[in-house]
């Protein structure tokens, strides 16, 4: 099975059903498509600011909670607002969708800017649906990698 090692809070937000998109630069790779990948939490610290940014965003409502594409508001803040986010761990499971232009997505949100949940621009050009998610009872630590990579057996584990 294939994973993907995203920052938190933005893993818990999938796994938690509150963020329907991950946002890349690069489409998905057929291979993946319609199959089910971990989501794992990077090792990388949480950054305050950028969850500060995302708070006041959804606390404005309308148009600039749509930017950030977290539905439902009321999940999307109960996440950011716990502060329970495993780090170096796979949290849970997800399928990919067919991916969307993040043009397309914004759109949809009624996003007043360009869609992005992120200060990082560059990586909203492709929204891949994360459908059918499964969270984990317990967080799996592992160590994880850019891009996507082949999450170990467990007979590779043991």
Known sequence: MKALTLWQPWASLVVAGAKPYEFRSWRAPRSIIGRRIVIHASARKVDGREVDQLRRLLAAGGRYAAQTCLTPI???????NGGDWPLAAGIGTAIVGEPRSGADIGADFGAINAVNDSDRHLHCNWGWPMENIELWPEPLAMRGAQGLWTWPTPEQVA
């Open 74 to 80: 009321d999940v999307a803040l109960a996440v950011l």
